[in-house]
């Protein structure tokens, strides 16, 4: 706590702004607060269509997994040294599970970041967080849009020759694809949770 203000301490962010570290020390923080750009980032409630989606999405996901990969939902994942976004779902290699105090992951961990875009955060969702995943090095990322209350999917891998995302396709009712492993979602099944 700040004895001066009577508030914490993160509310003064340092001049150069937070670090991802810094995540892990601070109290009474809000959950699923994210660090983009070195500013803390804190999240709105979300509406059940982001829920519903995100349960649908990491159940499809499991279902599909080859073996040494997990699904890991609203956790974290550290892309640099002020960096520190939390994507709705994200697939990880095995290892990279250390335990349950564990916080985040680092970039090189991850295979697929997976982001629900919600009224307050389209601009990040869209636009900064899909650039930062790029830069650092994770091969896949899915946007997913409110389409009239079903979920639309856009598929993006990353080109390393520019390091930036290349649309895949994008998916309506059904997720099919091989990359980065086979799944098929049946996307209707929103309507079920």
């Not at 500013?39 to 499809?60: K, Y």
Request: glycine content about 6%; aromatic content about 6%; overall charge negative.
């Amino acid at each position: 706590m700040n004895d001066t203000h009577g508030l914490p301490d993160w509310v003064f962010p340092p001049q150069e702004g937070f670090k991802a570290s810094d995540l892990d020390h601070m109290t009474q923080l809000p959950a699923h607060t994210e660090l983009i750009d070195g500013s803390l980032v804190f999240v709105s409630p979300q509406a059940s269509f982001h829920t519903r989606t995100v349960d649908l999405l990491t159940a499809g996901l499991r279902r599909h997994l080859p073996r040494p990969l997990r699904v890991r939902r609203e956790m974290s994942v550290i892309l640099g040294l002020r960096q520190r976004p939390e994507p709705d779902v994200c697939v990880i290699r095995a290892e990279a599970d250390r335990g349950p105090d564990q916080t985040a992951y680092e970039a090189n961990d991850v295979l697929l970041v997976v982001e629900v875009v919600s009224p307050d955060s389209e601009e990040r969702d869209r636009k900064r967080k899909p650039q930062l995943y790029a830069e650092a090095g994770i091969g896949h990322f899915w946007r997913v849009e409110n389409q009239s209350g079903r979920p639309t999917v856009y598929v993006y891998e990353l080109d390393p020759a520019t390091a930036a995302y290349a649309l895949t396709g994008i998916h309506h009712d059904r997720l099919e694809l091989s990359l980065p492993f086979e799944v098929d979602i049946d996307l209707t099944e929103i309507d079920t949770l």
